[in-house]
């Protein structure tokens, strides 16, 4: 990462980052095919409506996986073992706290708020018992995403995804068994899904504990550190907070989308992973920017930031885009994955095409998102993509004309997208010129400035 010419090493941590990514979006994209497929579209709008509700609960936990992905970045660019160490043993304490807060929630919360979101009645029991099975497994999510953060930070993106490789057949195998086999409908693919949390969480342990090298962790260091709480605060609140809201965002969405009825929710919710699985192909070399980037501030080796930018951002909005050229060419086939209803796959189809198709839009203010964090601007993301993404959003919602087609309310993602890029823009072209060396190396490479 501190070395040599950083597309080639970016490529090698990015592309297992992008395969995790989506083996980890499959556990709910085979949970959808399965209900889908073989319980009816009432339970593939159940699984599906619960997509932004997760999203809600567990991402501002989440993003403290983010500051313990630069916290410990920027101590290996220091050569700070001691601080590795602590940050590590910090990660593993908060990742069980975080992950009993988002138990708890989860339990509380899931009635109240699908009933609040209009989830249509003759699924609304599903979608509460789907959410409720789901909480239980929320704890592993959390440890693999924080261990996985850990394992990150030393370029380590192979260990995570041959996890869930295993784990990805295991609860394909297990949804299978419980909804074909056993009958269980909406509860077989939520517990087929936390059984392979419980795996994956388990793994990742056992790396850590044993085979972690310069980021083991140590017992006598599992526990809460003051300065390494207040660095992965400092970066992780921020980011968790950003995801929260753009979660809370979507969550008005799904309310107006499930105003046009169950068939519209299920649609709208098998279009929809293939937006998320185009998301970690952006996120990837989000976090390939705040890895690389975070451990050459810490070197003070500014120079290479701005090309890990470019090359971030050229990578992500290359790869977006095929993939969504790709989805579009097929989307009758790929939405028959999910189900077999034509009025389900025509829903589906105009998402695809409103919405997927112009996510590489996306690209900049991530990536730009990505290289502030590591060098310690977590904020300014979180406010920019509030503003532009979610606050946005809300608004549309809420003046949404009674009578408008289904297409013009998914209108609002590429406009949002577009004016979050603006203001990254400016904030980049702020904070990154005021950065000592950051032109360095301008006259060497040819790349123009960000």
């Keep these: 990462m501190l070395h040599g010419s950083p597309l080639r090493a970016m490529i090698a941590f990015a592309l297992p980052l992008i395969a995790t990514g989506m083996l980890q979006q499959s556990f709910n994209s085979v949970d959808i095919a399965v209900a889908g497929r073989f319980a009816g579209h009432g339970a593939l709008a159940a699984v599906g409506s619960n997509g932004p509700v997760i999203g809600l609960i567990i991402n501002l936990f989440v993003g403290m996986a983010i500051g313990v992905n630069v916290v410990i970045a920027n101590y290996i660019g220091q050569k700070n073992h001691a601080g590795v160490a602590r940050a590590v043993g910090t990660s593993a304490y908060l990742s069980v706290i975080c992950g009993i807060i988002m138990l708890v929630i989860s339990q509380l919360v899931a009635r109240p708020i699908l009933t609040i979101l209009d989830t249509p009645a003759e699924v609304l029991d599903q979608a509460i018992e789907y959410l409720r099975i789901m909480g239980i497994g929320m704890p592993f999510m959390l440890m693999y995403n924080f261990g996985s953060a850990v394992l990150r930070s030393i370029g380590d993106t192979k260990r ?255 406009v949002s997208w577009t004016l979050t890029d603006i203001m990254m823009w400016v904030a980049m072209r702020r904070i990154t010129n005021s950065l000592p060396r950051w032109y360095a190396a301008k006259k060497d490479t040819g790349i123009a400035t960000a």
């Design 160 to 414: 995570p995804f041959y996890i869930l490789v295993a784990t990805g057949f295991l609860n394909i195998g297990l949804n299978l068994l419980f909804v074909i086999g056993m009958g269980m409908g909406v509860a077989g693919v939520a517990w087929g899904t936390v059984i392979a949390n419980v795996v994956n969480a388990a793994a990742i342990g056992y790396i850590l504990l044993y085979k972690g090298g310069e980021v083991t962790l140590q017992y006598r260091h599992m526990r809460p550190y003051r300065q390494e709480l207040r660095k992965i605060f400092a970066i992780g609140l921020p980011a968790g907070l950003q995801g929260t809201v753009f979660s809370f965002s979507n969550v008005f969405i799904l309310s107006a989308i499930n105003s046009f009825g169950a068939i519209a929710a299920a649609g709208s919710a098998a279009a929809i992973i293939f937006e998320f699985y185009n998301y970690h192909i952006i996120s990837a070399f989000a976090q390939t920017a705040t890895t690389f980037t975070g451990q050459n501030f810490g070197a003070g080796q500014n120079e290479r930031i701005r090309r890990i930018f470019l090359y971030s951002l050229g990578m992500a909005f290359v790869g977006s885009l095929a993939f969504a050229t790709a989805i579009l060419w097929k989307d009758n086939f790929f939405m028959s994955l999910f189900t077999g209803d034509a009025e389900v796959l025509e829903y589906g189809c105009v998402r695809i095409a409103v919405v997927l198709l112009f996510q590489f839009i996306a690209s900049y203010y991530e990536i730009g998102g990505g290289v502030l964090r590591g060098i310690g601007h977590s904020m300014t993301p979180a406010i920019i993509t509030i503003t532009g993404t979610c606050v946005l959003r809300l608004l549309w919602v809420g003046l949404f004309p009674e009578g408008a087609s289904f297409g013009a309310l998914l209108l609002i993602y590429p």
